[in-house]
């Protein structure tokens, strides 16, 4: 029979074999990182293509298709190795889930190119494609996140992916500031930006209350940068144009340079973040080896009988040293789960707003982006956050709606 | 390379390894079930054996610290079968740890019984004693609840574990009114025996909410039996008993017997929830494994070559039916992750007050009972349920405590 510090030598190897699969999600999270920046820039200069038509990026478009398929060859083998049976991966049914849609997102990305080469399609649409992979890329960042139980190691994933989902909504705004730049005609297009402008600033200041320092000097160092202020003046002027007005050319292309030139530098926050999480997992593992070591010593010294007929005795002081570590334990999981309570609220936001998302897909029958828009729509009108009107949706159906 | 469709597969594949390990964990829940109910007629015998200065129930001691004995002995044998491997247990850091905790608890258990049978320690301390470890035991079940990300089951075990944490309640009155009925002395008497039947209320409203109808029935049933009538005025003449003054003998030996036989049939009503669980685990599994058959036969019709020299083609048929299932896939992840948000709900309430309890022990270098005690005053005092005042201290705390 298993003696109390056998498991609890159990309970630190469980720890570390928790760590490790941590260790190989933060890899696979700093990946799918460098892909979604990939894409970004695609879909900015597929745009650019789009709205000149044809005439500009038909080169860069090339090469930045070339680029990313080699790093989604990248990500595709790293999922391919995640999976090594029904208990290999804590919360796989939701990961798999989630690589799936990704996978089926990239098999459709040639037939995608074809259609925007040949112009097909107006850059909206295009946009819109490149916005759905992106954000099946982000959901399987989010469920890495969410399913980490180690609070320090969680709380810098939930900074990765806020950094990551608010760069995602200035790669939007980069899209979106070069269609209307090319002169293009973007329905309801001032409102639309001030989201996206609203959505990233909520998205870096949950970073900003998670992220370890050096990637928040990192970050402040960038806010200050004098081409961030030229951008802002650019941003103003933007919103302003109501499309279908003939403007000066190399407006598009500052306002192109300058967004790239932006997230660029956000990509180097990314890395930090990611070099972080990568160093932080070791030091966790190596730690919590330390104290099996430990553990396992004393195990050792219990289990080594004295003479050959007798086994060892428990002395008192052992026995003190067993208590103490039960204790210790006891209070370590408490704590545990009270830091881990804290950092997870941060992701129930967005959890809050996609089931209000869906509450509506299915109340109206719309589609997820008519949905989004919508909320965003009473958002504006309410003048209140995204997440306070999805609050009050839910309340509503649950007050209302029949039990489900 | 793995295919999108590969990955809902194995998406299937970790449900059904997910959904096993709930189906051994409902079977461990319903052995410390078993076990619970067992220590917790020990405790009230040993009362009324302590109360009595050793002249009652004598026998039945014996009898009673037996049956503990040999549940404890299959519940230990569960444990060792539990572990196979840092991987092998989801949630085993935590789980691990709270299985330490209740082995080091039965491993006092002989010293406590020997202090009993010499009458050396008073009833409360007796009582605290088994409290502490059933406490611990619950603590168990509670991790096994909180780690279920299968709704239904997950509600279920809600139910359960709340159930279980009620009839505790009932246990602890149980002792409390069997040292008041014997003529002891016990402080703040009367408020503490309202607070067990507020709280046993509180839990049996959790457990209604979440438990399927069947268990439900048998529950209100228990209900309006005639004998709860009789227990109802006991409990209320018991409360106004001021300690010390001679109590009619054939009183204490009603009160017991009332109250065991509640709690031997709150005991029927949890082998209900425990043989419902084990019902819908097994259903949950085999539904599941049907829809993998489903997918595994897609699967090898896509990879079965049409000649030997090409790969099979992927139909327009069979593209919309990998679409279809990748779109039923995302609804269903949603949907799963929006009803298991609202059940573990029920379950945070337990953590806010073991938060607030843990503040209040190190704000004041309490112990865990006197920082229980305080809480319970508090809520008292001010007229609130417990969960409110825990959710108070936290907040001032946030607000006015050191960032850790």
């Not at 090339?62 to 398929?69: H, S, Y």
């Not at 399609?121 to 996140?145: D, K, Q, W």
């Not at 996206?196 to 998205?203: F, G, P, S, V």
């Not at 890395?271 to 010593?297: F, G, K, S, V």
């Amino acid at each position: 029979m298993k003696s109390a510090l056998s498991f609890l030598v159990a309970a630190r190897e469980c720890e570390i074999g928790e760590l490790e699969q941590l260790a190989l999600s933060s890899e696979l999270v700093s990946l799918v990182g460098r892909l979604i920046h990939a894409l970004q820039k695609e879909r900015g200069i597929s745009n650019v293509y789009l709205g000149s038509q044809g005439k500009r990026f038909a080169e860069q478009r090339a090469v930045q298709a070339l680029e990313c398929d080699e790093l989604a060859l990248h990500v595709r083998r790293r999922f391919d190795e995640l999976y090594s049976g029904p208990h290999s991966v804590r919360n796989g049914s939701r990961l798999f889930g989630r690589i799936a849609a990704v996978l089926h997102g990239l098999d459709e990305l040639a037939g995608l190119r074809e259609r925007i080469g040949a112009q097909l399609l107006p850059a909206v649409e295009s946009t819109a494609a490149f916005v759905r992979l992106i954000s099946g890329l982000l959901a399987v960042v989010f469920e890495a996140a969410d399913s980490a139980n180690d609070p320090q190691i969680s709380r810098a994933l939930v900074a990765m992916f806020n950094f990551m989902q608010g760069k995602e909504f200035a790669g939007q705004e980069r899209a979106l500031g070069a269609m209307v730049f090319v002169g293009g005609t973007v329905a309801d297009c001032e409102q639309r930006w001030q989201q996206l402008i609203d959505m990233q600033e909520r998205c870096f200041q949950v970073f900003a209350d998670f992220a370890d320092p050096t990637a928040l000097e990192a970050w402040r160092q960038q806010q200050h940068a004098p081409k961030f202020a030229e951008l802002q003046r650019l941003r103003h002027l933007g919103r302003s144009l109501r499309g279908g007005a003939p403007i000066e050319a190399q407006l598009g292309q500052a306002w192109y340079d300058g967004c790239t030139e932006r997230i660029d530098a956000m990509r180097i926050v990314e890395d930090t973040l990611a070099a972080n999480l990568r160093a932080l997992c070791e030091r966790r593992i190596e730690q919590t080896r330390a104290e099996l070591r430990d553990q396992q010593a004393i195990l050792s010294t219990l289990s080594r009988p004295t003479s050959p007929h007798a086994p060892a005795p428990i002395g008192p002081q052992l026995e003190r040293s067993i208590l103490v570590m039960l204790q210790e334990q006891s209070s370590r999981l408490q704590a545990m789960s009270d830091e881990l309570d804290t950092v997870r609220a941060a992701l129930n936001e967005r959890k809050v707003i996609e089931r209000a998302k869906g509450l509506l897909m299915a109340a109206r029958r719309l589609s997820e982006d008519a949905a989004y828009k919508l909320l965003r729509e009473a958002a504006m009108n309410q003048n209140r956050r995204l997440v306070d009107v999805a609050e009050r949706i839910i309340e509503a159906r649950d007050l209302l709606g029949p039990k489900s």
